[in-house]
Nanobody
């Protein structure tokens, strides 16, 4: 079982940049793709970006393409979500997730079944 802990959220201003971190632990976490989702008030949880276990492929959600980037840290157990030009519509809870398979070649948003607790991001005008 993989455990995921997010950090880096907070209150930021529109136009700022922000980096969220997710640290994974547990048995065989290194074979999982990891991803970020967000829950914006009044909307369903939305995939925003993910990266494969081997760092070769990433996928960014259409609604955030160009402003959101997902990358692994120096070790296999940390991923980042980097957000630039924050907008008030980015306000929400951001969740890190692990997929339910091992060594997948591509990021498949429907396969993420293990979740962290989430970190709140609030963007003020």
């Amino acid at each position: 079982q993989v455990q995921l802990v997010e950090s880096g959220g907070g209150l930021v201003q529109a136009g700022d940049s922000l980096r969220l971190s997710c640290t994974a632990s547990g048995r065989r976490f290194s074979g999982h793709a990891l991803a970020w989702f967000r829950q914006v008030p009044g909307k369903e949880r939305e995939f925003v970006g993910g990266i494969t276990w081997d760092n070769i492929n990433t996928l960014i959600g259409d609604s955030v393409k160009g402003r959101f980037t997902v990358a692994r840290g120096s070790g296999p157990n940390t991923i980042y979500l980097e957000i630039k030009d924050l907008e008030q519509g980015d306000t929400g809870v951001y969740f890190c997730a692990a997929d339910d398979g091992y060594y997948r070649e591509y990021v498949q948003p429907w396969t993420f079944k293990t979740w962290g607790q989430g970190t709140q991001v609030t963007v003020s005008s």
